[in-house]
């Protein structure tokens, strides 16, 4: 069988511990025997970006603006005890945090369904994804505890020295108070980037606020998003038969849970924070949730939700087996690959990714499935694989459905 021929490179952004065990084992097993695999390559494994001083993520990022797509394993994002672990120069910044600041994304992510594992909510049929604004609000907020009686200002004082005043509250005792913010520009970039994925993925987008009750901070989320849309997408949604439907949160809510799901719910910054654990835990497993950060220029960076799975790292280097489930990180690369094929026009690309990912459901809902999967999965007697054999069984009902 001739492999598939790639026109533009996709950005690799290989990682840490056991996802970069797994990275190397999906490009032989899965990708290099089937597709003439073109990447400009970026070490992002935590011993290279201390070598370089952390240069090599910023490099990464800008070819993402380079080429527009790229793949990444996840990373470890230093703390105390890595610092002793990989003697590092410095607590680098976590490269998620880098890349996403230089590219102004935002965060898509999405459970992927398949048989035998269903969601706990019993009427969602189909997988919702949670966009999140991943600035400002509650994270970057001030706050202060008031010890007695006095008096809580806003004040804002303008350039030219204009002062502007609100009284918070008047405290007769103690109590707390907290300031937050959030910018014109960055609102406009999410929801440029909620539209415009919504309408690649043919996809309703639903957006709710608190705007009855915050009626200038949250109301300026709710006519940003209106406007742009109105502007912008509104010729786009109808051409494409899809939806922009604005909502109170709470009112959100309640038809989340009623709803078929299909579609992407954007949320505030601390609202993506509790919904997209609760989509991911009642979908059963942080291992099936997909991830792409999509710039409102129109640059893409897929990845897995998970973190490096260091627990089952430890264990590999012990020369213990391993049961760790690849489809996230392998859906990372299906998604960046169907990217490049739709930009670029190969449709054997595109169809490739299709098959890559079906090909992992098909495989679970055989029964052939890795330990996590095993422990949550309503399937009788499910073969429990390890890392290695649930790829090589991946590729086999990869390779039936591609001759
Ligand atoms: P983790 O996601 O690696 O693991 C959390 C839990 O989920 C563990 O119990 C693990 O066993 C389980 N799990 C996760 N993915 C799994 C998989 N594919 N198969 C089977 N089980 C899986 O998160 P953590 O342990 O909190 O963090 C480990 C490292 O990952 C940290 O250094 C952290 O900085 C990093 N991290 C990176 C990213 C990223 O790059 N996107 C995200 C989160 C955490």
Redesign the pocket.
């Known amino acids: 069988m001739e492999k598939i021929k790639m026109s533009t490179p996709l950005v690799e952004m290989d ?1 840490d511990e056991m996802t970069r065990i797994l990275w190397q084992m999906i490009k032989d097993e899965l990708l290099l025997p089937f597709i003439d695999l073109k990447t400009e390559y970026y070490d992002l494994g935590l011993e290279h970006r201390n070598e370089t001083n952390d240069q090599v993520t910023v490099d990464s990022a800008n070819a993402t603006k380079k080429y527009g797509v790229a793949v990444k394993c ?4 230093p703390n105390a005890a ?1 610092m002793t672990e990989y003697n590092l120069k410095e607590m680098w910044k976590s490269p ?1 945090g880098t890349i996403r600041a230089i590219l102004d994304g935002t965060v898509f992510r999405a459970p992927i369904q398949v048989k035998g594992i269903e969601p706990c909510v019993k009427n969602w049929k189909k997988p919702i994804t949670i966009a999140r604004h991943a600035y400002g609000d509650v994270y970057k907020n001030v706050e202060m505890k008031v010890p007695g009686a006095g008096v809580a200002e806003l004040v804002f004082t303008a350039e030219d020295g204009t002062v502007t005043r609100e009284t918070i509250h008047e405290f007769k005792g103690p109590g707390v108070i907290q300031g937050q913010h959030n910018l014109d520009g960055s609102i406009e970039s999410f929801a440029r980037s909620c539209f415009k994925y919504a309408l690649d993925t043919k996809q309703d987008l639903w957006f709710a606020t608190k705007d009855t009750i915050s009626k200038k901070y949250d109301h300026t989320f709710k006519d940003i998003f209106a406007d742009v849309f109105e502007k912008e997408f509104k010729a786009k949604f109808d051409e494409a038969g899809i939806e922009y439907f604005y909502t109170l949160i709470d009112d959100a809510v309640a038809r989340v849970m009623k709803s078929e799901g299909g579609f992407i719910w954007a949320c505030k910054n601390y609202d993506g924070d509790v919904m997209s654990d609760m989509i991911s835990s009642a979908c059963g497993s ?2 099936m949730m997909t991830s792409v950060l999509v710039s409102p220029q129109g640059y893409y960076e897929y ?1 897995a939700a ?7 790292y430890y264990k590999h280097l012990k020369g213990e087996e391993t049961s ?2 690849s489809v ?1 990180t392998i859906f990372a690369w299906s998604g960046a690959l169907r990217k490049r094929g739709e930009l670029d026009q190969i449709p054997e690309l595109v169809n490739f990714a299709d098959k890559l990912e079906k090909a992992c459901l098909t495989t679970i809902e055989s029964g052939k499935m ?1 330990k ?1 999967l095993a422990l949550i999965t309503s399937l009788q007697d499910p073969t429990v694989l390890n890392s290695e054999n649930f790829i090589k069984a991946i590729r086999e009902t990869l390779e039936a459905s591609l001759s």
């Open positions: 990682g996840a990373t470890i994002t890595r998620n942080l291992a990845e998970h973190g490096t799975v260091q627990r089952h760790t489930n996230a890795t996590d």
